[in-house]
């Protein structure tokens, strides 16, 4: 999409920044062209230029110990100082952006631009790709879904066989439904039979018998009562020893706090972003010392192609002198070889550091999971230590009302039965009669108490069967989240793969390199130890013609130097366009383009025009004349 013009112009005052000691510079929206030949401060003015827009990538003039750069655009004005501290340029200000990490990817293309290089050196090209793209919450949500699976597949281990207990009692609420019913049955027989009985009998004495009965009948039923008391009264003591045994056998968590598990994992996440944090730092800072290190004899190069004015002889004797990026100063290169292997050795250290966080993340996880499995049977049992011992307490009070209660009908029985010794013994049936009944009845009563105790436990199995399928449907839901997640990424990173290789594409066509038929890159799974893992790798095919028409595959490595900056070059540009960086900075900067002849340097100038507000290139006198006179250009700095 083309862009339309919206901001004023720009102006760029800077103070002793790389090879300027001080300058002042006004362009508008456009293509601005800064021409020159080398050593002319031109790629001075794009790192001040950078700087103000928030890059760390500018030096301070060798011979200066502060130094300053204003960006006044839009009626707003940034700036950026550097101000040298020991052996090390500490940078201030307010720049235009907070973070310059897209910018200094895909928008400052200079000759030491991180991706421009790495394409030229075969380095990871996914890592640069997706460098912009926020996976880490992502993965972070990943882990927590992954830690909450682990909660939930323990406590579903942990669970009975509930199938198989609700069954058992299913079956024995069967059992008592049919025993109830026979004891019914029985009772209304012993009935019909009193009744009968009754009927035949002499009325004489029927008040005394009575009362016998009736007594004899409270009798026998606190009997039935204390026998089935003191029953439980046994089981409430054999459950209660039993759950102290269970509660004694339990680990002593009290060393073990949750939430100071919780702040140490807390801390370990913490430390392990800033571990990723500082690895990535040093990353960066390890390419462009090996980006310098790489550049070495350049300035012998440029001299034999007369594109300098030192002689040849000085370029030799400081050849091994390199113009440190950081502090400006010139340092040998075994000094800057010492520093990426310290660098190098330092970040191997973070990655040890950062295995072994993510390894104790993991153990804590699992030891907080046990701590709470382990918390809820202690309540648990703590619950129904208080219930079994609150319900032996109350059995033993009954027990004790039930003996003071037999013992006072065994006194009234033996002074009843001595009034009424003479009376028939015809009456003895039907007391047997009436003691039958009642312990028929009692026999039903506890039968049905049984089976409403049986009801419960069956209520409570059942309860505990949907909790257990809620956890099981609860894990699959997690399994889809993980999945769906994992997908996400997968996407992502699909998308800017297809994204990169349409733009490319397009880029490569305004080119128009006739041997270099296709640019693109494939995304396919990395194999660790003969086995794919779960992450992938992105590799940079390139397709060649030759002039025969014979199409062939080609490497990064069997291209020449020319070839393979205009590849990065290409890339650096497709990630620009992928990444919609003209969103956050409406600038784009480019350097060393020597590799690429005029005319298409003009087309891709034109072509970059198309989606950046500002264009600042620096080129040769001869590739400048290639662009249109309508461009702005300038000419000192």
Known sequence: MTLTTSASEVSVEAQNIGGIEDTSVVFEPGITILVGRNA???????????????????????????????????????????????SNVVTGGSPYLDDPMLADLFAFLLESNEVRRAVERGDDLRELIMRPVDTTAIEAEIAQLEAERRSVSKRLETADDIDQTIHSLEQREADLEDEIEGARERCADLEDKIEAEEEAESRSGDELF???????????N???????????????IDDEATIREELDKLPDESHDSPDDLESQLSTRRERVRQIESQMNELQNIIRVNESMLSGTNRNIANVLRGEGKRDVTKGLLEDDQIVCWTCGSEVDSQTIEATIDNLQSYRATLASERRNAREAIDDLSDRLDTIESRQNRRRELDTRLEQTVAEREETT???????????????????????????????????????QANRAELERDRLETER??????????????????????????????????????????????????????????????????????????????????????????????????????????????????????????AGYLVHDVAQQVPFLLLDSLEAIDSQRISALVEYIHEHAEFVVVALLPEDAAALDDEHARITEI
């Open 40 to 86: 002319t401060n031109r790629t001075s003015f794009l790192q001040a230029l950078m700087a103000a827009l928030g890059s760390n990538r500018a030096s301070l003039k060798a011979d200066a110990d502060e130094g300053r750069v204003t960006l006044s655009i839009d009626d707003e004005t940034y700036t950026r100082t550097l101000r040298r501290e020991g």
């Open 210 to 220: 009575d009362r016998l009965n009736d007594l004899r009948s409270s009798l026998e």
């Open 222 to 236: 606190v009997r039935f009562r204390l026998e089935t008391e003191r029953q439980s009264l046994e089981a409430l």
């Open 397 to 435: 009070a009954r027990i004790d009302d039930l003996e003071a209660r037999q013992e006072e009908l065994r006194e009234e029985i033996t002074t009843v039965e001595a009034e009424v010794e003479d009376i028939d013994d015809e009456r003895d049936e039907l007391v047997e009669l009436h003691s």
């Open 452 to 573: 409403e105790r049986v009801r419960e436990r069956l209520d409570e199995a059942q309860m505990r069967k949907d909790e257990l399928a809620e956890l099981r449907a609860r894990r699959d839901e997690i399994d889809d989240e993980i999945h769906n997640l994992r997908g996400r990424i997968d996407r992502i990173e699909s998308n800017a793969v297809e994204a990169f290789n349409d733009h490319m594409e397009r880029v490569l066509e305004i080119l128009d390199y006739g041997n270099v038929e296709r640019v693109w890159i494939e995304r396919i799974q990395r194999e660790s130890n003969g086995r794919s893992d779960d992450a992938h790798e992105f590799v940079l095919h390139i397709v060649r013609e030759t002039k025969m028409g014979t199409v062939y595959e080609d490497t990064i490595d069997h291209l020449s130097e020319s070839e393979r900056e205009v590849i990065g070059l290409i890339f650096a540009l």
